[in-house]
Each structure stands twice: as structure tokens, then as C-alpha cells.
Nanobody, 115 residues
Framework: QVQLVESGGGLVQAGGSLRLSCAAS????????WGWYRQAPGKQRELVAT???????NYVDSVKGRFTISRDNAKNTVHLQMNSLKPEDTAVYYC?????????WGQGTQVTVPS
């Protein structure tokens, strides 16, 4: 049973930065592609960034150049460094494998960037 715990969210002014972390239990962490997802109020959950087990990364256009995903296989963690935050980045952020496994969804961490 994999459990995911996201942390690092908060309230930050536009232009600020946050670093999200996702701690994963389980022994298969290093073999998977991992992703950060977000869900804004009234919108569907979207995939924001992915990182493969070979550290290949991909980003949705809206965060390219501002967000950086990274992983630490020794610590079973995935991070999302978010810079130059915008009000439209306001959402609950989740980590999961990519493709996502329904049973893995955690509580997420709230990121709020006031306009």
C-alpha cells in the first residue's frame, strides 16, 4: 500500500516562491514516473509536471520556466520548486504516479497566490 503525503503549500504573494514535497511510502518509488497535479476551484485536476526514473522532465506550458520537478530516490520524495508564482497557480497540489493511480491520491497541499 503506497501512501503519499504532500507538504510545503501556503499563502504567497505573486512573484514569490514555494517548494512542495511529496513523501511516498513503498519500495517501488524509484521505478515509477511521478507527477505533480493541481486542481483549482471549479476546475478539473491537471497534470503540471512529470519526472521519469531517468530524470527526464516535462511541464505543462503554463508553468514552463517557472516550476522545476525533482526526485530523491534515496528518500522516496518528489519536489516541485515553484518560482514567479501567479494568482492562476492557486490550487490544491497533489503528487501521484503518471499515469495516476486512483488509490494513491493523498490530501494534497493548498497553494494560494492572491491577486
Amino acid at each position: 500500500q503506497v501512501q503519499l503525503v504532500e507538504s510545503g503549500g501556503g499563502l504567497v504573494q505573486a512573484g514569490g516562491s514555494l517548494r512542495l514535497s511529496c513523501a511516498a511510502s513503498g519500495s517501488m518509488f524509484s521505478f515509477n514516473t511521478w507527477g505533480w497535479y493541481r486542481q483549482a476551484p471549479g476546475k478539473q485536476r491537471e497534470l503540471v509536471a512529470t519526472i521519469t526514473r531517468h530524470d527526464n522532465t516535462n511541464y505543462v506550458d503554463s508553468v514552463k520556466g517557472r516550476f522545476t520537478i525533482s526526485r530523491d530516490n534515496a528518500k522516496n520524495t518528489v519536489h516541485l520548486q515553484m518560482n514567479s508564482l501567479k494568482p492562476e497557480d492557486t490550487a490544491v497540489y497533489y503528487c501521484n504516479t503518471q499515469p495516476a493511480i486512483v488509490q494513491f491520491w493523498g490530501q494534497g497541499t493548498q497553494v494560494t497566490v492572491p491577486s
